[in-house]
C-alpha cells in the first residue's frame, strides 16, 4: 500500500481589501480624487510541499501552479455583478485593479484567480464547503463602501490543485485544494471462523475535546471496508487536518472520533504525529491480532453482567448485577496500555469478584490491580476484590438499580500493562482484554467468563442462550433491576443498543 498515503499541497494567502474614497476624510486629510471603490491587495505565501512520492519534476510543477506570480487577473461576483480585473505588483505582495463603486453594501459570493492561461489558481471557499472551516472568512461576505473612509478586510484563499469542486462549493470549475495535512488510516479486525476483514471507518474532526458540536465540526468523512470494490476510498479513510505553517506543528492538534466497525476511539492529534506517521509508514493502520497501532485513540465501553447461571425461574436477566465501563488508550510517552475501570451500578445479591484476563505471561502490571496470578500460564489482573466495599466503597447490594434506593459514585482503579515482553498479547478493537466474574453465591463459588481465551458463561432462559457478559457502547443505558433487558431492547439485546419499548424500565427514567 505504498500509495496510501496522500500529503497535499497548500497555499494560504491573506487578501487586505482597501477602500479609497474621493473628496476629504473625517480628519480633513486630502485623499485620492478617484471614484470610490475597493480593490484587493494580496500577499501570501507557500506551504512546503509534503508529497512522499513526488517526483522532483512533479515538486517543480506544483511549486509553479501556486506561484502568486503567475496570477494574472480575479474574476469577482460582487453584488450579483461579475467583475474581471487585472493583477498587478505592489511592492512585495500584489493587488488588483480598482473596482469603482458606488456607497453601499455589496457581498462578495465568489473570488477566483486566473493564470494567463485562463486556469485557476486560487480561490476562497464557501460557508458549508468541505474547505470552507479551513478558512477565517468563507464565502459570502459583505463588503461596506462608504464615503471619506478607509476601511481594510482580510480574507483568505487557497491554492487551486488536483480536487473536485463541491470541496470549495463551486460547482462551474474542475479544481479543488486544501491547506491540511492528512492522515490516511486503514483498519482491520479479527472474525474468528472468517480471518481478518476489513473495518467500515467513520471520522469526525473538532477543534478540541470541549468543542464537539455540530457547528465545531472541520471536516467528516467516511469509508465503507468494501476491500473486494474497485475503489480503494472504500477501504482508506484520509482525514484532513487543517495546517498553518506559522506555526509549530507540535501545537497544533485536533480532536478526533474515529469510529470502527461503529465502536468509537477518540483522542487529541497532535500535527507532529501525523508527520510522523505519514513519515515512518505513509499512513496509519489500526489492526487487531497484530501489532496495531492505537496509541493515538482511546475506546470507552462497557461491561456488563448477569451473575446467575441459573434456569428460568431464577434468573432475572436484567445485565445490571455489575456493570463497569472501561476506557483502555495507549500512552504514547510509555507505550503502556492503560485500563482506567468504574462502577457504574450493581444489583447481585452476591459477592463478586472483577478480574481480567491478557493472553500468556510476561507483562510488567503497576496501578491498581489488587493481585496478579500467572500460575494458569496466562495472566490474571484482579481489579475488585469484592464489588461492594472495593467497588461502590458500600455495603449494599444495590447501587444505581433501583429507584429511590442506594446511589453513589463508583471507585475509579487505573491498571497499567508494559505489554513489551508479552510476545501473546492480542489487541482486540472491540474489548482488548477477557473478563472474568467470579461469584460467590447461593449456589457455591464459580466464574463467569468472557472474550477470546474462554468460552464464555450463557444461561438459558424462555428457551433463548444468552451469555453472561455484555459489552456496550459507553453511552448504553441499563435497566432496573429485575426488569428483563429483552422488554427494552428487544432479542437482539447483545448486539442492538437503542431502547425499542418499555422506556420507563430504564434507570435514567427514574424519577421522571
Not at 2 to 28: D, H, M, R, T
Not at 87 to 103: A, F, H, Q, R, V
Not at 104 to 130: C, H, I, M, R
Not at 229 to 235: A, H, Q, R, T
Amino acid at each position: 500500500m505504498n500509495n496510501l498515503s496522500k500529503k497535499f499541497n497548500l497555499l494560504i494567502a491573506c487578501f487586505a481589501l482597501v477602500f479609497l474614497y474621493s473628496c476629504q476624510n473625517e480628519e480633513g486629510d486630502s485623499v485620492s480624487e478617484e471614484a470610490s471603490g475597493v480593490e484587493f491587495v494580496l500577499s501570501g505565501h507557500r506551504v512546503a510541499d509534503a508529497k512522499s512520492d513526488a517526483k522532483s519534476s512533479d515538486l517543480a510543477k506544483d511549486e509553479e501552479a501556486c506561484d502568486m506570480a503567475l496570477a494574472s487577473y480575479a474574476v469577482l461576483t460582487m453584488g450579483g455583478i461579475d467583475y474581471t480585473i487585472d493583477m498587478k505588483t505592489w511592492g512585495n505582495s500584489y493587488k488588483t485593479d480598482l473596482i469603482e463603486l458606488d456607497p453601499g453594501t455589496y457581498q462578495v459570493t465568489s473570488f477566483v484567480l486566473f493564470n494567463g492561461n485562463d486556469d485557476e489558481l486560487f480561490a476562497t471557499p464557501k460557508t458549508g464547503s468541505e474547505f470552507g472551516p479551513f478558512v477565517s472568512q468563507s464565502l459570502p461576505f459583505d463588503v461596506v463602501v462608504e464615503n471619506y473612509r478607509k476601511i481594510e478586510y482580510d480574507i483568505e484563499v487557497l491554492c487551486v490543485e488536483e480536487f473536485t469542486p463541491p470541496q470549495f462549493g463551486f460547482v462551474f470549475w474542475d479544481v479543488t485544494i486544501k491547506e491540511v495535512k492528512n492522515l490516511c488510516v486503514f483498519a482491520n479486525f479479527c472474525e474468528p471462523d472468517a480471518g481478518h476483514e476489513v473495518a467500515t471507518l467513520e471520522a469526525f474532526i473538532y477543534p478540541n475535546e470541549e468543542s464537539t458540536s455540530e457547528e465545531d465540526l472541520i471536516w467528516s468523512g467516511s469509508a465503507d471496508g468494501d476491500y473486494d470494490s474497485d475503489n480503494p476510498d472504500n477501504e482508506l479513510l484520509c482525514l484532513k487536518l487543517p495546517y498553518d505553517p506559522s506555526i509549530p506543528t507540535e501545537d497544533q492538534s485536533y480532536y478526533i472520533e474515529l469510529f470502527v466497525n461503529g465502536i468509537l476511539f477518540e483522542g487529541t492529534m497532535p500535527l507532529d504525529r501525523v508527520d510522523m506517521i505519514n513519515a515512518e509508514d505513509g499512513y496509519l493502520h489500526l489492526n487487531e491480532n497484530c501489532d496495531g497501532d492505537f496509541n493515538i485513540f482511546s475506546n470507552t465501553y462497557n461491561v456488563a453482567w448477569e451473575a446467575l447461571r441459573g434456569d428460568d425461574n431464577q434468573n432475572d436477566a436484567d445485565y445490571n448485577d455489575l456493570i463497569v465501563q472501561t476506557k483502555s488508550f495507549t500512552d504514547i510517552n510509555t507505550g503502556e496500555l492503560n485500563f482506567v475501570f468504574e462502577p457504574l451500578a450493581r444489583s447481585a445479591g452476591s459477592e463478586l469478584g472483577f478480574k481480567f484476563w491478557l493472553p500468556g505471561t510476561g507483562y510488567v502490571i503497576s496501578g491498581d490491580a489488587t493481585s496478579v496470578d500467572t500460575s494458569s500460564g496466562d495472566t490474571e489482573i484482579e481489579v475488585y476484590p469484592n464489588t461492594r466495599q472495593a467497588a461502590f466503597g458500600s455495603n449494599s447490594g444495590f447501587v444505581n438499580a433501583r429507584c429511590n434506593d442506594v446511589t453513589g459514585n463508583g471507585i475509579v482503579k487505573t491498571v497499567k500493562v508494559d505489554i513489551t515482553n508479552a510476545p501473546d498479547f492480542t489487541y482486540f478493537l472491540l474489548n482488548p482484554y477477557d473478563a472474568n466474574l467470579g461469584v460467590d453465591g447461593n449456589d457455591g463459588i464459580f466464574d463467569l467468563t468472557m472474550g477470546n481465551m474462554f468460552t464464555p458463561s450463557t444461561f438459558t432462559k424462555d428457551g433463548q442462550e444468552m451469555k453472561n457478559g455484555l459489552i456496550t457502547p459507553k453511552d448504553w443505558k441499563w435497566v432496573v433491576d429485575r426488569v428483563d433487558i429483552r422488554t427494552v431492547y428487544g432479542p437482539s439485546f447483545d448486539t442492538n443498543f437503542v431502547p425499542v419499548s418499555n422506556l420507563g424500565s430504564l434507570y435514567e427514567s427514574c424519577g421522571l
